[in-house]
C-alpha cells in the first residue's frame, strides 16, 4: 500500500497508474471535496501538518493493511514528523532530508552550490531589517540589468513568494515580515534566459535512474500556461548537460520517486562566449506540472513512474510515443461546469487527451489539462491550446 500525503489533482492523477499496478492508493485528503477524494476509495481526511493524522495514514490500525512506503504531492509536511518515522521504520520516499531542499529555497540553494549545480548568483538575506536592505542594497549594485529576484525561502509556488525588485525598498513589507516571524529570505539574479526547460527524473532506492526528454516550460504570470514536449530547437549537447545537471540532482540530493528540476536556458553561463547553459531555477520532489505531458505522450506516465520509484521497483521506459506532445493547462474558466464544453471540444479535437481535476471554478485556477500529440509542432500546438480554451469557456475560430 502506497499513503499520500495531499488530496489534490497529482494525487488523483496516481490513481488510474495505482490501480493498473494492482497498488492499494491510500490518500490523506483536505477535505471529502478535493480533487483526490473524488476518485480515490481510500481517502481519510486530515491536513499535512497533524501528526495524529498522519501516523493514522500509514498506520491506520484494525483490518486496514500498513503503508509500504510513505509519499507526497506536495512538500508542505513537518520534516521533523517525517525524521520521526523513518526512525520507527515507515519507508518515507522522497526522504526528509532531500524533501527539506524543495520545502526551503535557501537549503536547496546551498545544497547545490555545495555540489557544484549551476545556479543563479543569490545570497540569503540577514533577519535585521536594515542589514537585510544594506545587503540587498549591495546584490543590486552587482546586478548588470539593475534588477533582482527576491524570494521567500518557503511557501511559494505558481509565481507566488517571488518579486521583482529595483530596489531594496520594493521589498520593505516581506523584510518587516521575516522579523515578525514570517519567511526566510533570499535574492537572486535575475536571470536573462531564453527559454525555460524542465527536466523530470525518476530514482529508485536501489539507485535505478530515468529521465524523459527535456521539456519546454511556457509560463504567463508566473505559471505554467503550456508545455512542449521534446524541446523545440534544444541543441543535442544542451539536452545532454541539461539531463546530467538533473540526474546529478537526483544523486546528490538523494531523491527517490519522480523530481522535476527547473532551469533557464541562458545564452551563456559564464559570459566569455561559452555557448548556451542551463541554470537550475526551482525543484519540486514529486509528479510536476511539467510531467503532465507523459501520460499520453511517453511510454511509462510520471505517474506509474513514481510509484514504481517510492516501491523501488523496475523503473518503466521514458521514450516519446509520438514525435511531438504539448500539454495545454487550463487556467481558470467563465464555465461553471467544464465538462459542458466537451461535447464541441470532442468533435472539434477528436484527438485530445483531457484531464479535469474536478475542482472549482476561481479565475486563474489550474482546473486540467488537454494534451495532443502528432507528427506538425505548429498544428499539435495550436490544436492543444485551442482546446483547452474551449474548456476555458472561450469561442475559438475555425482555420
Not at 536573462?192 to 521539456?215: D, Q
Request: contains cysteine; aromatic residues 4%.
Amino acid at each position: 500500500m502506497v499513503a499520500v500525503v495531499g488530496g489534490g489533482q497529482l494525487a488523483r492523477m496516481m490513481a488510474p497508474a495505482a490501480a493498473e499496478l494492482g497498488v492499494h492508493l491510500r490518500v490523506l485528503v483536505e477535505d471529502p471535496t478535493t480533487a483526490a477524494a473524488q476518485v480515490v476509495v481510500d481517502a481519510p481526511v486530515g491536513a499535512a501538518s497533524d501528526e495524529e493524522a498522519i501516523r493514522a495514514l500509514v498506520t491506520p490500525g484494525g483490518a486496514s493493511p500498513g503503508a509500504d512506503v510513505l509519499t507526497f504531492e506536495h512538500e508542505h509536511v513537518p520534516n521533523a514528523l517525517l525524521a520521526a518515522l523513518v526512525d520507527e521504520g515507515t519507508p518515507v520516499r522522497p526522504g526528509p532530508a532531500a524533501l527539506v531542499q524543495a520545502q526551503d529555497k535557501i537549503v536547496m540553494r546551498r545544497r547545490l552550490t555545495e555540489l557544484g549545480i549551476p545556479c543563479p548568483r543569490w545570497a540569503a538575506l540577514p533577519s535585521d531589517p536594515d542589514q537585510a536592505r544594506a545587503a540587498l542594497t549591495e546584490f543590486l549594485r552587482a546586478t548588470p540589468g539593475g534588477e533582482a529576484v527576491v524570494k521567500t525561502a518557503r511557501g511559494g509556488y505558481d509565481g507566488k513568494g517571488v518579486r521583482v525588485v529595483a530596489e531594496a525598498t520594493a521589498a520593505d513589507d516581506w523584510i518587516d515580515a521575516h522579523l515578525a516571524g514570517g519567511p526566510e529570505l533570499l535574492v537572486e539574479d535575475k536571470v536573462p534566459f531564453t527559454r525555460e526547460l524542465a527536466v523530470l527524473v525518476a530514482r529508485r532506492p536501489s539507485g535505478e535512474v530515468r529521465t524523459w526528454p527535456v521539456v519546454e516550460s511556457v509560463q504567463r504570470d508566473g505559471v505554467c500556461a503550456e508545455v512542449i514536449a521534446p524541446a523545440p530547437g534544444l541543441a543535442p549537447e544542451l539536452a545532454e548537460q541539461a539531463r546530467a545537471v538533473a540526474v546529478q540532482v537526483a544523486e546528490g540530493l538523494d531523491v527517490t520517486g519522480v523530481l522535476a528540476v527547473e532551469m533557464f536556458e541562458v545564452p551563456e553561463r559564464d559570459g566569455r562566449g561559452s555557448g548556451p547553459a542551463v541554470l537550475v531555477n526551482e525543484l519540486a520532489m514529486r509528479p510536476h506540472n511539467s510531467g503532465h505531458w507523459t501520460i499520453d505522450g511517453a511510454v511509462t506516465s510520471q505517474f506509474e513512474q513514481h510509484l514504481r520509484a517510492v516501491l523501488d521497483l523496475p523503473l518503466g521506459g521514458t521514450a516519446p510515443t509520438a514525435r511531438w506532445t504539448v500539454m495545454a493547462n487550463v487556467l481558470g474558466s467563465t464555465l461553471e461546469r467544464l465538462t459542458d464544453a466537451l461535447p464541441e471540444l470532442g468533435a472539434r479535437f477528436p484527438e485530445a487527451r483531457v484531464n479535469l481535476y474536478g475542482k472549482g471554478v476561481r479565475p486563474g485556477r489550474k482546473l486540467g489539462h488537454v494534451n495532443v500529440s502528432g507528427e506538425d509542432l505548429d498544428e499539435v500546438r495550436r490544436r492543444a491550446v485551442a482546446a483547452a480554451a474551449l474548456l476555458r469557456g472561450e469561442s475559438i475560430e475555425e482555420s
